[in-house]
Structure formats: C-alpha cells, structure tokens
C-alpha cells in the first residue's frame, strides 16, 4: 500500500511531502539526541571540558 501511495505523483503530491517532512523532523530529533547524549558523556567524562563535545553538534538548518 504504501509504494501506490508514492505511484499516485499528483493526487498524493501533499501527502508524500508531509510524509518526508515528518522523515526529516525524526532524522532532526534523532540529531539533536545523540549531540545531547554527546555532551552529557562529555560532561559525566570530564566536566570540566564540555566544550570539546560542542564540535560534533551541528545547529539546525
């Protein structure tokens, strides 16, 4: 069912974006965990150098 969803362009062209856009916001929050887990190890690791953890977080676009 869900390849004839992505067959129909026109008819679901609104429901595909909604679709890849919720794909996105999960990749995005997925992101924005790991940089939290990173800079909570970071910090239980050496709390005093929680600066260094910043580099692997990148801002959103």
Known sequence: ???EKWNVW???DTENRRAATNVAHAKGMASRL???A???A???T???N???SR???KPPI
């Open 50 to 52: 929680k600066t260094r």
């Open 1 to 3: 069912m869900a390849m």
């Open 38 to 40: 990173t800079e909570a």
């Open 42 to 44: 970071a910090w239980i």
């Open 46 to 48: 050496n709390s005093m």
């Open 34 to 36: 790991a940089c939290a």
């Open 55 to 57: 580099i692997f977080c």
């Open 10 to 12: 026109n008819a679901k």
